[in-house]
């Protein structure tokens, strides 16, 4: 093939892969995203096997047919709920392959002994260190999700500054390396078991729950990898991909720290601070409440078929009922079906919850009494409970002890998923606690009702 | 070489302000699937492993770049299997409504 | 101007014709103004009231009207009062000039007249239309009695004690006073439906939230914004839809009217009967004959369980601000007269020419179907 | 279960017992009603709707209580009513327990009494609790009358003929019936507050839009939900917050009461004679004594220019819909109590001993203050 | 200065280019922006300066000179309302130097008679093009605009047809000089001459509404000049920056496109199908309406510090009530403070706008009758009349002859800045014209009062 | 040659999909500023102008130079210029609330 043909080629993959990024970023596109870019990695691929100078074919088949096939089984046997660690483990043997390609680099100019120009000495100095810190770190992160390590921060004294000296230490042989190219190989292997050694070092005193933004970080880190080795072989697709997975990689884990409102710096940090990292909240009996976002939250409203709206004494004291009645135009908007379902004891007086959505003008073909909605709630898509607890208290049909057994509540606990706007772990009327909000599929949004509600307004309205 | 070299540099800044670009607003149910996807998107490096495997200068560079292809195939298949996968609750819902 | 106020003697009239801080503008404009003793206390303006503002306190009718060259009144002062003037004094108040009553009388003291009836339903001279503000009142009022007098609550509730469905209310003729009603129903929850013969309205009807009664190719705007009568045929349709839509009906509330003319008959004693239990009808236009068929002026009538009101004078049922609304028309209309020369000069003003019924002691046209 | 629906005999009560909708549910649940003639008629339940959802109608209250084991009733039936049931049959009603006079006659012809007054006040017992329901009415009703009673509008109007501003209501005791006046008044565009001593009610209030009178240190809640009598120094404080904010209010409505006490007297004479004229109190506690120092139950008093209602038995005069409730609580405790396993069974359930005042003839605890 | 130093200065240059471009695209940044762009261009011409093969500066410097005085001038005196044209006369000359860059390169070439490599030879005859067509073009686009020409769309029989035979005749001449680097001068004066020609004709159809579009696409050519020309010299800020001002001032083009509810197709060839091209409302009397974006609407109540809003008729009959509470909710967040000023008459029925606002429970205290209000407009910088027309007629104060003379209206027209929200031109119950919708400080906001609303809503949260 | 001109192409066309990424919604008021910023840097070809004018070729080169740099710089300072005086109505404003 030409050469000008495969830099065109590979110029079009690079055009896949950012076409494919921008897709990868809104729900609507984000499926055909994924394949445009999978598309340009095969155009990538089979342009390279193209290329002149490869000699040889079976170790290239070999390791294409093992690699594929190890990847596809990996991904076809994860369960979903392990994807964060599996995504870690797949980068951190990018971040690998980027390690070694580096290092078979420096060791061909050591055998052919020829001296390597300036530029490429440098690249594979940064390739190795970031190749390296991106395997181990992300193996680290697996094993910290996958629980075959602690997920609790491991911190001891000075690892800081231990850090700080690896990485000197790495960076002056790196130099070194660089200014003297006919040196020995020592150096080469103190770089790469110094960076591997920085990887685990960095990752151990981050906490299991910030693992996500660690492991965008290294995402990051491993496409900066991939650049580099794109210096070091003259390729311009790895340097346009890996600089393109670099910088959005660090902006993702931007705007992953501002969703858990912290900052990158806290993240990475952070342990050092405060020995406990992030705390979910917990009940007394261990059972642990599921918190949403209010984007999470928006995106589930405005895909879902059919919401059922539970308003409750909560609402009317933050008199968000306008709120409401304007986030169940925008979901009847984008196709959705919107009911109100009213217990009769909601609120504070009877007829409550009819004064204050008559207030905001819902029609009354909306409301519907418990016997009418009641079994509704199973093909509802989302429950949203606004400012209620009592009436929608399992503990009324389940545990004879309770206070209120026997009282007939709204079954919001079948809907196929349950969102709870409240401020906190408050207790109603009644004073008791309600098991619905620990049910799996409950997610509470926690915050006074109207400003949940506002954000979801605006949410909604970007759900595209 | 230097010229290559500083064209590479230009390239790189580029795309690098290209990857701040293009990452705007990006709902929270994103997060892991556009993770995953960059991820993939990083197993470029393949290219580089083919050449090294293919480069046939003796036994290391054999050896290394089979493993550095398996690695890079690893990150480039898995990856974009489980993105697919990831994404598969964004495909059937607009749909069926 | 020497104005003159006396207290109003109707019965169960607690309204007066100018309100203690009308009086002061006036005063304030160079009038004077003489008001009889008590005359606001059935509206909850005492004499001192009147007395701040500048007025003059007289004991007696005779001594309020004495000198004056403009009579706020009402209604209709009764004759020994209109004897008292002096020739050419101007009165003014709701005179039905329909009637000719008023204009007879007047005449006959050689009066000047102005019926407030005929203020004309301009953009301009809206601030003078007593029947507007008037007619506000009573449709407020007309859902408050309405609501009282039914056995049900007008909105919806959802108690523990089982669901209330929210009242159907049905507003017949959605002019100032049916829109009025319309709004306060929806207010208090009820689901309201409106009917009239003006096409225009439905608009407006929805414009409140209501939904509009639609009977097709009825259309009987006349002029001014008032309605004609209804041709036969349309007449029958109207009947038809109304009959069907009625049936289902808690409260209906009826405004319907035309200018001079008895008011419409639209429910007719069948209708009334095939009315469920419990229901109420407050008819508005009993006045002039009442849109219902079995409406007593005054009255309460029970046909099988459906209760039907007549009220009249329904605005004076708050005195307040019906007092403070028909004031502030009034004195209006005073300064707008006064800025147009008096009473005294020409009646070449739209608005003025338009309202005058007598001119000392000549009946003039003055009636909307002249 | 035998159950037996009498004709109401109290004056002025239109309400009725069961409706036929509960009717229709107890006859399916395997029950026997048996309603007298014309029970129902007052509030809008023709006998044929009774007969259609399977109760035996009978023409005397002798042949409708004949075999009953319960008799529903609104108010404690007269004397020879009680007389004519077999020993043991279970009265149920509003028997006012506070007084003893209910027990006394029911234990003289060896009856058992249920109480309404005492469904105890917790979320699971809410259904049956017929003190809500009716307080409900009660509250909806007040500021209907009191607005018809007022000579001014409740809400804003910007109109031509000058801008009416908002009457200020004030709601004193924000229990059920407060709650429900609040929402009402608001729903009519007053500008409302409201006061009570419990101070959990502050939030309630505000969750209706309205503003909560703060009194510093004053807290009565006593047990289930209820209040208690103010301490001397509170009750100071109290006088002196609303002595100073009723001077501004157009119209009152007053809903305070302490179970088994007379009702706190709250408005003085002299903060009566210090309001506007014109503006309006409703003593929604006249039966039992009044909040008002003026109130006379069941007549309208005026105090210079300050009407004061005392309205008894409110709930009374919305009959459809406060039977309905009334209804749906009853048929609610009876559904429960044969669950539990009738009558004749236990009386340790925590809700059916609560209300039980009388059992076979004997006397027993009942009263909330007890 | 070195070559490797000059070409990272010039990197630094087009970074400040792209940081300065994506600034101005955002209120709150677009001063910075503008000023980091310039620095940047002050850089890359520092940088020119001093390159080596410069042997003379004399021409330069008076060239500098001459250009930079001129131009200083020309930013001085314009008007701001004659910023668009001003724009034109500018980017036309940036067109006109990439034309002459081309031809100057192509005529040493021929002087020297050394042949052009292929890639240069090609992209000199894409400069001559694309910089003929902006130069003319935006001659033509400026003329329109100061009414040199009339800014009516002039189009004639076959001129779709002739501009592209034009355009195949200079593609062709163009590709035979690439084949034949050898040939004669006459086919490289005649690209540039039928390219001159090729920009008057495809600007002439153009209406002058719609001027502004074409002025951003032809700046996007103008880009897309200066990037052949950087093919031509070699030199990569030139290539960056055209290529980035030639792809975003193409998207500028379509949103602007956007916001008038059109195609880029249909401005561009709009004036074929009806040969009126846009038409402006305007009055029988030949006074012409504004008509003002959701967003630019939004953008003066963000930064208002006093809107008053005037509801009637047309909010009630819109149902949009709760809507105009929201946006009042927004504003005030903001910090800006929110009046209703309720005519007497506004409505249908005495009290219409009380019951309305009230059911959006817009609190009482923040309603004002016509005389506590109307001394307030001077000092409003918005007046938002919603739905409203005869209680804001100016006719009723001074027109005598008018129906309305002499009712008292609410002074909307003395705000600062009026927005009035309804559908069309259609007039109120009072059935008679209003100047208020012709006053230059008026601007319209057509549609349905809800609709407007809900796009005013959404747009304000987004004003930063 | 071929390599240089391959690598003007790959950076033009990252510059390309940058300058779309960079544009994502723009408040009608600025569009006018936008475009005439995005102009002024389009003056950018000065560089080039200046390249010519000072290349020494001749009497035409010079001439042609000349006016290059001319019309270049008045597209450069009138464009950053007017678009300064365009911003100014966005500067003063949120300071003074
Ligand atoms: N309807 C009646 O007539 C009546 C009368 C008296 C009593 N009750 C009783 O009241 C109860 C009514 O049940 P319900 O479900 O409506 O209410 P609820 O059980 O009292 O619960 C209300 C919930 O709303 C939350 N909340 C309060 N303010 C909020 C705000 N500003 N924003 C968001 N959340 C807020 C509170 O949790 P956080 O503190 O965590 O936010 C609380 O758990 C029943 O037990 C009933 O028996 C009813
Ligand atoms: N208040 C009363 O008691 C009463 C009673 C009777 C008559 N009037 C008269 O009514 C008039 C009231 O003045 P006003 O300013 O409130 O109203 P108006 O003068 O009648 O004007 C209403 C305007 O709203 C626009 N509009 C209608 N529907 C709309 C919608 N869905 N969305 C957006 N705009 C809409 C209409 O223009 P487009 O068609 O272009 O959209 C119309 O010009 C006065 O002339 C008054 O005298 C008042």
């Not at chain 1, 591997?196 to 005193?205: A, Q, W």
């Not at chain 1, 990898?225 to 890996?242: E, K, P, Q, Y």
């Not at chain 1, 008791?432 to 979801?456: C, V």
């Not at chain 3, 705007?221 to 008032?226: L, N, P, W």
Request: hydrophobic content about 50%; charged content about 15%; some cysteine.
């Amino acid at each position: 093939m030409p050469h000008a043909l495969e830099e065109i080629l590979y110029l079009i993959a690079a055009v896949c892969f950012i076409i494919g990024i921008k897709r990868l970023s809104s729900p609507a596109t984000a499926v055909g995203g994924n394949r445009l870019s999978a598309v340009g990695m095969l155009v990538a691929i089979v342009v390279t096997l193209l290329d002149r100078s490869i000699v040889g074919y079976g170790v290239i088949v070999a390791g294409l047919v093992v690699g594929s096939a190890l990847g596809l089984w990996l991904a076809r046997a994860v369960k979903m709920t392990a994807m964060p660690q599996m995504v870690a483990l797949l980068n951190g043997l990018g971040g690998g392959a980027s390690l070694i390609v580096g290092g078979a680099e420096f060791l061909k100019s050591e055998l052919l002994g020829a001296a390597l120009p300036i530029d490429t000495s440098i690249t594979i100095q940064l390739s190795l260190l970031i190749g390296a810190v991106t395997l181990t770190g992300s193996l680290v992160a697996y094993a910290k999700l996958q629980e075959l390590i602690s997920g609790r921060p491991i911190v001891f004294f000075g690892l800081t500054a231990l850090n700080a000296v690896l990485l000197a230490a790495i960076l002056a042989l790196g130099a070194w390396q660089v200014v003297h190219p006919e040196s020995l190989l020592w150096p080469f292997y103190a770089v790469c078991v110094l960076s591997l050694l920085l990887g685990v070092l960095v990752v151990m005193p981050i906490g299991g729950a910030d693992m996500p933004v660690v492991i965008s970080l290294l995402n990051s880190y491993s496409g900066i990898a991939a650049a580099m080795t794109g210096f070091v072989i003259h390729n311009d697709v790895l340097i346009i991909s890996g600089a393109l997975v670099g910088s959005s990689g660090i902006i993702l884990s931007q705007i992953m720290c501002k969703a858990m409102n912290r900052s990158l710096a806290n993240v990475l940090f952070g342990a050092f601070g405060s020995a406990g990292g992030t705390v979910t909240a917990r009940s007394a009996e261990g059972m642990s409440v599921r918190q949403v976002s209010a984007e999470d939250a928006a995106i589930q409203l405005a895909y879902a078929k059919l919401v059922i709206i539970v308003p409750g004494y909560g609402l009317a004291v933050a008199q968000a009922q306008h709120l409401v009645r304007e986030l169940a135009d925008l979901i009847e908007n984008r196709g959705g079906e919107v009911k109100y379902a009213i217990h009769p004891v909601a609120g504070r007086m009877p007829g409550h919850m009819n004064v204050l959505l008559a207030e905001a003008n819902v029609p009354y073909d909306k409301l519907y009494d418990m016997e009418q909605i009641n079994s509704e709630f199973e093909r509802a898509d989302v429950a949203l409970v606004i400012g209620a607890n009592d009436v929608v208290n399992p503990a009324a049909r389940n545990d004879p002890g309770s206070p209120i057994f026997g009282m007939p509540i709204l079954n919001a606990d079948h809907a196929r998923s349950v969102i709870v706007l409240k401020r906190g772990m408050g207790s109603g009327f009644a004073g008791i606690e309600n098991e619905l909000f620990y049910n799996p599929r409950t997610a509470m949004l926690f915050g006074d009702a109207k400003a949940s509600l506002t954000t979801l307004v605006s949410e909604i309205k970007h759900v595209s | 070489m230097l010229e290559g070299f500083i064209a590479g540099i230009v390239i790189f800044t580029l795309a690098t302000f290209l990857g701040v670009a293009l990452i705007n607003r990006v709902p929270p149910t994103l997060h892991t699937p556009l993770m995953s996807g960059a991820n993939a998107v990083s197993g470029i490096t393949a290219v580089g492993a083919i050449i090294v495997a293919g480069s046939g200068n003796g036994w290391i560079s054999t050896v290394l770049g089979f493993l550095a292809v398996v690695f890079a195939m690893m990150n480039v298949v898995g990856g974009y299997a489980v993105t697919d996968r990831m994404l598969q609750m964004f495909k059937r819902k607009p749909e069926d409504r | 101007m020497r104005i003159a106020v006396l207290r109003e003697t109707g019965a169960g009239e607690r309204r007066v014709a100018l309100v203690p801080d009308s009086v002061g503008r006036l005063v304030r404009a160079g009038h004077q103004v003489q008001v009889e003793q008590g005359a606001g206390q059935g509206a909850g303006f005492p004499d001192e009231g009147y007395a701040a503002q500048g007025a003059a306190l007289c004991t007696t009718a005779t001594d309020t009207t004495a000198h004056a060259e403009v009579l706020a009144a009402l209604a209709l002062p009764p004759a020994e009062t209109l004897a008292s003037l002096a020739p050419g004094t101007a009165v003014i108040g709701f005179f039905d000039p329909a009637s000719g009553r008023a204009a007879a009388l007047l005449s006959q003291y050689g009066l000047t007249g102005f019926a407030m009836e005929l203020v004309p339903r301009t953009t301009k001279a809206q601030s003078m239309d007593a029947l507007s503000s008037q007619a506000t009142v009573a449709g407020y009022k007309a859902v408050l009695i309405g609501a009282d007098a039914l056995p049900r609550f007008l909105p919806m509730l959802t108690t523990a004690a089982g669901t209330i469905t929210p009242a159907r209310v049905f507003v017949i003729g959605a002019g100032v006073a049916g829109l009025q009603a319309i709004a306060t129903a929806r207010r208090l929850g009820a689901v309201v439906s409106a009917f009239d013969v003006r096409p225009v309205v439905k608009e407006q009807v929805e414009s409140l939230g209501a939904v509009f009664l639609e009977v097709p190719s009825v259309a009987a705007e006349g002029q001014g914004g008032y309605a004609q009568e209804l041709a036969a045929d349309q007449q029958r349709r109207v009947e038809a839809a109304v009959a069907a839509h009625i049936k289902g009906m808690d409260l209906v509330i009826t405004t319907a009217q035309i200018p001079g003319k008895p008011a419409p008959r639209i429910i007719s004693a069948a209708m009334v009967r095939s009315m469920r239990a419990g229901s109420v009808i407050v008819d508005l236009a009993a006045e002039s004959g009442g849109n219902c068929e079995l409406t007593q002026a005054g009255e309460v009538v029970s046909e099988r369980d459906v209760t039907i009101l007549g009220p009249v004078d329904i605005a004076a049922t708050l005195p307040c601000h019906a007092s403070q609304m028909y004031s502030r028309n009034l004195q209006t209309f005073l300064e707008y007269v006064a800025k147009a020369g008096g009473f005294k000069s020409t009646l070449d003003d739209p608005i003025i020419g338009a309202m005058c019924i007598v001119k000392d002691g000549v009946a003039r046209n003055g009636r909307p179907d002249a």
